[in-house]
Every structure is written in structure tokens, then in C-alpha cells.
């Protein structure tokens, strides 16, 4: 008896600690064998929790390089609190700690080699032994703050080193609190004058000595502001003294700064490691997922990328109220904001994520964007922390009416946010081009951006604010607007007709007169696109794959040109921008033909076979794509992965459907690469879904039930999936030709009237 009870509780011992561990399947550092010429996800190791204020990084580079942590350098030289989305935006709001022994203070004289195989990076910890310093190194953040943990050798001369960074800081010590504060000004656009990010650091031990440092000058003083100063603190170690940092910031104040601290009250470094990992498990176990290793690692890892952006950019004030610095008008205003995202990349599948697992998030997220509008007068199309100018379309539209139209957003704010979406589709920044819609008169009057009057990627921008203005049609029509809105945006969501060109069966840039564009290459990046080609935005419209099909001339032509992107051998024009950008390589690489997983244009192209009855080569290709494009290895991602978009794709794909048009109620049938999965929704349903039979050879559906009844159409439908659902694949090595074949079975196209 006592052997079986013993047995038993051994038994729950051992499936409380394996049901409880899936952070332990995320790797940090996919992605981050990275650099300009070529990207393999372009990400570093984010330490932090889900969509948390202040991250942080080992920092391998330079200050100010976007290539902040790369896995193939040998050098550390300072752990970097960071908020950057992706190299190419790089980051705002950063300062760095250092720990060393000896008399070091610049980032070259700091630097301390490390390796990979004593280095853990986790997304609520890291760890690293300095080898040159001898220092072992710990980090374990809350949402704004963080504790640092150092364990010195014996040495006379062990040092922190703290660096403000230059275009102007500040820094001030307080011997008698044992604590540094200061500021750092550093950004890299999209901020007011008055942007600062306060920080707070408070040290468990007495300084032997403290000083300041101004560019490379060691000064005697307790305070110093200049274009780039910071401290250091002395110590007299012995071996194995442990020294223990305690840091915060904000982006409001110093007395902000230290409520801030407070996340980490006086609690333990290992309570605080503990707490961020129950935090992450909490997060990731809304997907259970059971499948081979090397899967789960990967899943876990794209999970937990789609779950960092955007960034909270709030702080709660000392009367416990919701409070944020603007990154618009530089005023301390109250509620929710969130930033550092583009929704170029993140409408398309991760925000259709957060709206079917988290949409308790995005709740938030949305009360940030009508701050946003209130703040700004816009949406913002790329924040970081403010509007920044990268990318086209005003795909805000799609982020704002996916939440609408599933009953996420309350409902108090639908109007307003539905008015603040009008707004920016009529107008652009006068600052920021990419926010609001340039060269909106052209295309309100024409029904295209025309590719002769000096505004560049002009088809894109068409075909994307077509797709937007959809987004604007279907949230009128939730709220009951007036028939002549309605219909106003109803009509424009067919402007992507326009640049049909039949001769090539592409999408084509057409001239302010009317006429084609010429030369036309159809292999040529950027131009009248952006980051692509016309193979890749020919699909790019996402709410009338019906409409498309139909210009192509019918069914099997549509099919024809989806197989010819596989076909078309890697080929590619890259005059526009003068060299090969890192996006091309990418495709090139990859042996798919002119198919471009890497970059986010094209990435919904493979589900369209649906629409055209032949739901088996999706299945072929997109078993295809997350067998071969992503592995749970710093080299892990085929291109960059763009704030949880691309992690949002494998996510989704490998459950076994897509949202290839966000703002529908359906999701696109792919072929699961899971073998089980239960996903917990926050209404308390679950989402069941079983593939027997799956294997890496079977990867066709041959059958499938919904709650028991077969299914035989190319989609699943929201609303019956947040109900709670038993989804049953049944997978085959052959694909079964007969299933998903009928007109019925095709998703939405708003030609069909559905
Ligand atoms: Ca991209």
C-alpha cells in the first residue's frame, strides 16, 4: 500500500513537473545567427516575459549596431536592456551593465569571451560565465524590471560598469542608498524631444569606491551628463561573493522608475527566476501540443516570439491607475499603450493568434490603438515606440476589424476606433509617410496609386488598401453605418481589379493614364511592390480570392499560377534597390523556386490552393515549408522573423489551419504537423484537435470530423471553434482527390456572397 501510494505520488510528481515545462522547449537564440546579408530570423535572445516594458540582451555588438547579439561572435560586453523590434528599426530607451575585474570601462576594454556551452539562454533567464573576468552572470526580468545576480572570483579590482550611452545621458550616484539613477536619451526616431528612459539601479552591498565616466575619462564625481557617460563601482571581492543588482525603468519619471522596482520587491533572485517561469508556462500552455522533439521545440520557441510584441509601453502609478508616456505628444496620459510592431507583418497571422488564444491582451492593445488616434490623430501602421516611417498599406484597418468582428474589442469603443479608421484611410501623416495612406487622393479618385507619379511600391500600397478598405466595409456593416459608407467601402475593396493585367495573368503597376507600366519584369523586386515581386503580391488579396481567380481566367489556370511560383526557378531582378537585398538571398537559397517564405507578402499564398479545390498541394507545401524552413537552432528562421509573424505562421500552420483572410470568421485547412493538441480558449472551452495517423510521410488529409461530423470544407469556422471543439484529422500517405473539391467547400471570397 504504502509502496503503490508512494508509486502514485512519484507519479504525479514527475507529471506535474513534465506538464508544467514547456518553457523549457523555447530557444532564445533561434534566429540569431544573423546579419545584414543574410537573415535567419534577424532576432537576438529576448529575456523578458510576454509582452513585456523592459527586455533585455547580452550584447555582442557595438552600441547602436541592430545586429545587437549574433551567435557566431565570441564577445560579450554588456547586458543591454533593450525594446527593439528588429534590426532594421533598432532600439530606443537603452542602457547596459557590466560586470568585470580590473580597470575596464569601454566597450572594447569590457568585452569578455564567452561560449555557447556555458551560456543558458531562457526566456525568463540567462546565464553566462564571462570567461576574461571570470564572472558568472545571471538575469531573471519581471514586466519593467529586472534582478541581476554576479558571482565575482577573488580580486582586489572587481567592477560594475554601468553605460548610459551616448547622444546624451545621465547618471548619478547615491552612495548612501547603495544605488545609481539615471537617463538615456538614446533612440532611433519615432520619439518627442522630451523622450527619456529613467533608470534606477540599487546595489544588495556598500561600494568601495564609485566614480563616473564621461566618453572614456574616468571622473571623481558622483554625477556627470554629457553625450555619453556612466559609472562605476568598485568592490573588493572574494571568490564566489555574490553581488546582486536590482534595475527598473521608465518611461515616465525616476519616482516612476521606482515604483517599477517594486515588481521586485525584496524577493530572492531565484523567487523572481521561479515567478517568470510560472508566468511563461502560464502563457505557452494555452497550446498543448503533443509531437516529435524537435517540433515541440520549435513550436514552443515560434510561441513564445509570438507573444513579445507588441511591447507594453504603460506603467502603473502609485495610485494603482493604468498611465503612459505618449511616444506621440511627450504628455503623461492615462490607460493602455502598447508598440513595436508593424502590422505590414503581424495583421496577417499574429494577430489572428492573439485574437483565438489571448485576446484578453488584445483588448488592451486596442484600447492602446485608440489612444494612439487620440494622441496622434492616426493609427499607427509601424510604431516604435512612435510612428515610424517603414513599409506601405494601412493594414491598421485589419488589426482594428479582426477584434471588431470577433466580438473582442468592447463594444463601447467600435465607433470611435471604427471613426479613427476612416480617418486614416483618408489621409496621411504629414510627417511619417507610411502612416495613413500616401497617395490616398490618387486612389480614392482613380481606384489605384498610379505608378508614374513619383510615390514608390504603388501596386502594393493599392492592393493592400483595397484589402484595408474591406476591413473598413465589414466593421460599417457590424455597426449599421449609413448605406452610402457602406457601400463606399464595399466598392473600393474591388480596386485590386485595377491592376490586373490580363497578358501576364499578374498583378502589374499601372500609369496615372491609365496604361500598364513598361518595362514590366514580373521578377523584379521593390519598384511598384515592396520587398517582392509581382508572383508574390499577385495573391495579395486576401478578402476576394474568388474575384482573382476569376481575372486569371477560372479554376484551373488560378491553380496553374499558384503552382508556377514553385516552378519559376529562383530568378530575380534586384536593380531597384542596386544589390541583392537580404529578402531575395533568402528566396534564392531556399530551393522553392520563386516562393519566398522569408518575407511576409507571399506567406498566406500556399492555402490558396483551397480556394481552387486542390486543398492536397497546400497540404503537400505546407508540410513542405514547416519541415524545411524553421528549426529550434540559432539558424532556425528562413528570413527575418518580424516581431511574431513568422513564429504566428508555424504556429498556426502546425495546429493544422491559417487565417489567410483576418476579419473572416474562418480559418484555411493546412496539415497538421502536431499529433495532438488542446488549445485552453480564455472563455474556458478547448479546442481539441487529434491527427491519427501522422506521420512525415502522412501528410494528406484523407478524412476529418468537426464534433464528430465529417467535414468536408477547406475552413473552420471561428465562432463553432470558440464553442469548444473536437477536431479529427485522419492523415494518409496518398492524397485523397475527392475531398474539398466542390464550389461549397471553398472559403470566403467576397465575390461569393457567402
Ligand atoms: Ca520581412
Known amino acids: 500500500m504504502r509502496i503503490i501510494k508512494l508509486f502514485i505520488l512519484f507519479f504525479f510528481v514527475v507529471r506535474l513537473i513534465t506538464a508544467s515545462d514547456f518553457v523549457d522547449y523555447v530557444n532564445p537564440l533561434m534566429g540569431s545567427q544573423s546579419e545584414f546579408k543574410l537573415s535567419t530570423g534577424n532576432t537576438y535572445p529576448v529575456i523578458g516575459m510576454p509582452w513585456g516594458m523592459n527586455c533585455w540582451t547580452p550584447q555582442t555588438n557595438k552600441m547602436g549596431d541592430g545586429w545587437v547579439y549574433n551567435y557566431n561572435h565570441y564577445q560579450i560586453n554588456g547586458f543591454k536592456q533593450t525594446h527593439q523590434p528588429s534590426p532594421w528599426i533598432n532600439d530606443y530607451g537603452q542602457f547596459s551593465i557590466m560586470p568585470v575585474t580590473g580597470n575596464k570601462i569601454t566597450e572594447k576594454q569590457r568585452e569578455s569571451w564567452f561560449s555557447h556551452k556555458s551560456e543558458l539562454a531562457k526566456p525568463h533567464y540567462y546565464s553566462v560565465y564571462l570567461a576574461d573576468h571570470d564572472i558568472f552572470t545571471e538575469i531573471a526580468p519581471t514586466e519593467r524590471a529586472a534582478i541581476f545576480r554576479m558571482t565575482f572570483p577573488e580580486n582586489d579590482s572587481s567592477r560594475i560598469v554601468i553605460d548610459a550611452f551616448d547622444k546624451g545621458s545621465f547618471v548619478k550616484v547615491i552612495p548612501s542608498e547603495n544605488k545609481i539613477i539615471g537617463y538615456t536619451t538614446r ?71 521606482e515604483l517599477n522596482l517594486k515588481e521586485l520587491g525584496d524577493k530572492s533572485f531565484d523567487t523572481i527566476k521561479e515567478q517568470g517561469r510560472k508566468r511563461w508556462n502560464e502563457v505557452l500552455s494555452k497550446i498543448d501540443i503533443e509531437a516529435d522533439l524537435d517540433v515541440k521545440r520549435t513550436f514552443y520557441s515560434c510561441l513564445y516570439r509570438s507573444t513579445l510584441f507588441p511591447r507594453k509601453f504603460y506603467e502603473i502609478n502609485s495610485a494603482g491607475e493604468v498611465v503612459h508616456y505618449s511616444p506621440y505628444n511627450g504628455e503623461i496620459r492615462s490607460g493602455y499603450m502598447y508598440t513595436d510592431t508593424g502590422f505590414w507583418d503581424t495583421f496577417r497571422a499574429l494577430f489572428p493568434l492573439l485574437n483565438l488564444v489571448y485576446p484578453d491582451e488584445n483588448i488592451k492593445i486596442q484600447q492602446g490603438l485608440m489612444n494612439t488616434y487620440l494622441e496622434s490623430g492616426f493609427m499607427p501602421e509601424w510604431a516604435s515606440p512612435g510612428h515610424r516611417d517603414c513599409m506601405v498599406g494601412n493594414n491598421s484597418a485589419s488589426v482594428i476589424a479582426d477584434a471588431i468582428l470577433k466580438d473582442i474589442t468592447p463594444d463601447s469603443l467600435h465607433l470611435s476606433l471604427y471613426e479613427a479608421m476612416i480617418k486614416t484611410a483618408n489621409d496621411v501623416h504629414p510627417e511619417v509617410s507610411s502612416t495613413g495612406r500616401l497617395g490616398y487622393e490618387y486612389y480614392n479618385t482613380l481606384g489605384y496609386v498610379p505608378y508614374n507619379v513619383g510615390i514608390k511600391e504603388n501596386a502594393a500600397r493599392t492592393l493592400e488598401y483595397a484589402y484595408n478598405d474591406w476591413c473598413i466595409y465589414q466593421v460599417a456593416k457590424k455597426l449599421n453605418r449609413p448605406a452610402a459608407e457602406t457601400e463606399l467601402y464595399r466598392t473600393r475593396s474591388k480596386n485590386y481589379s485595377n491592376l490586373f493585367d490580363k497578358s501576364s495573368g499578374l498583378m502589374r503597376g499601372r500609369n496615372k493614364e491609365g496604361d500598364f507600366q513598361a518595362p514590366f519584369n514580373p521578377l523584379k523586386w521593390g519598384d511598384a511592390f515592396t520587398e517582392g515581386n509581382s508572383w508574390h503580391y499577385t495573391w495579395s488579396v486576401f478578402h476576394d480570392i474568388e474575384g482573382l481567380k476569376k481575372l486569371m481566367g477560372g479554376r484551373e489556370k488560378f491553380v496553374s499560377m499558384l503552382d508556377s511560383v514553385f516552378a519559376v526557378p529562383p530568378v530575380f531582378d534586384n536593380s531597384y534597390y542596386g544589390f541583392t537585398i537580404h529578402e531575395i538571398r533568402e528566396m534564392q537559397i531556399m530551393n522553392m523556386g520563386n516562393y519566398a517564405h522569408g518575407n511576409q507578402p507571399i506567406q498566406h499564398m500556399i492555402y490558396l490552393y483551397n480556394y481552387g479545390g486542390e486543398p492536397w498541394k497546400t497540404q503537400y507545401w505546407v508540410r513542405e515549408t514547416m519541415n524545411r524552413m524553421y528549426r529550434p537552432t540559432p539558424d532556425g528562421y528562413c528570413g527575418d522573423e518580424d516581431n511574431g509573424q513568422t513564429s504566428a505562421w508555424y504556429v498556426f500552420s502546425a495546429l493544422g489551419f491559417y487565417p489567410v483572410c483576418p476579419g473572416t470568421d474562418q480559418y484555411v485547412i493546412g496539415s497538421p504537423l502536431v499529433n495532438k493538441a488542446t488549445i485552453k480558449l480564455s472563455n474556458g472551452k478547448k479546442i481539441s484537435i487529434t491527427a491519427t495517423g501522422n506521420n512525415a510521410t502522412n501528410r494528406y488529409i484523407q478524412s476529418m470530423t468537426v464534433n464528430g461530423r465529417k467535414h468536408q470544407a477547406n475552413y473552420l469556422d471561428y465562432n463553432q471553434l470558440k464553442r469548444g471543439a473536437n477536431i479529427n484529422f485522419k492523415m494518409d500517405s496518398i492524397p485523397n482527390k475527392k475531398r474539398g473539391i466542390l464550389e461549397k467547400d471553398v472559403p470566403y471570397s467576397m465575390s461569393m456572397l457567402k
Open 187 to 257: 533612440n532611433s526616431g519615432g520619439v518627442p524631444d522630451n523622450f527619456k528612459n529613467y533608470f534606477v539601479i540599487i546595489f544588495d552591498q556598500p561600494f568601495a569606491e564609485y566614480r563616473v565616466w564621461t566618453g572614456n575619462k574616468i571622473i571623481a564625481a558622483k554625477e556627470v551628463a554629457d553625450n555619453h557617460v556612466g559609472a562605476v563601482i568598485d568592490f573588493k571581492t572574494r571568490k564566489g561573493q555574490k553581488v546582486h543588482l536590482r534595475v527598473a525603468s521608465s518611461f515616465i519619471s525616476y519616482e516612476q522608475a
